[in-house]
């Protein structure tokens, strides 16, 4: 079992930057994948929930991004130390959301739905 835990999400304005951290705990290994989302409001369910990014915690750590945060975000991460971060720059009110973690064996998905793994999530509030 895979334990996901996200921290860094609070108020900010537009315009201003924030980094979101996951903290990745237990049974993780290098054939799994580990990816952002971010939740709506009024879409509560996993499979509706928006695809930001992953990164596979594979050696070679590659990194994909959805269209709509290309330029905006950046994922990064530490694969020896298990934690995942989300560079989140020139914040939108558009970006409000409750921002998740969530692992998946395998292949990465855009599909909520496919991730078993899942943490509490972290709510970022962008005012203007």
């Known amino acids: 079992q895979v334990q996901l835990a996200e921290s860094g999400g609070r108020l900010v304005q537009a315009g201003d930057s924030l980094r979101l951290s996951c903290a990745v705990s237990?049974?993780?290994?290098?054939?799994?994948?580990v990816a952002w989302f971010r939740q709506n409001q009024g879409k509560e369910r996993p499979f509706e929930r928006e695809?930001?990014?992953?990164?596979?915690?594979?050696?070679?750590?590659?990194?994909t991004y959805a269209d709509s945060v290309k330029g905006r975000f950046a994922i990064s991460g530490d694969t020896n130390n298990n934690i995942l971060y989300l560079q989140m720059n020139s914040l939108k009110l558009s970006d409000t959301a409750r921002y998740y973690c969530?692992?998946?064996?395998?292949?990465?998905?855009?599909?909520?739905?496919?991730?078993?793994?899942w943490g509490q999530g972290t709510q970022v509030t962008v005012s203007s």
């Open positions: 969530a692992a998946k064996k395998g292949t990465w998905s855009e599909y909520g739905g496919s991730y078993i793994n």
């Open positions: 237990g049974r993780i290994s290098r054939i799994y994948t």
């Open positions: 695809f930001i990014g992953q990164m596979t915690w594979s050696i070679d750590s590659s990194i």
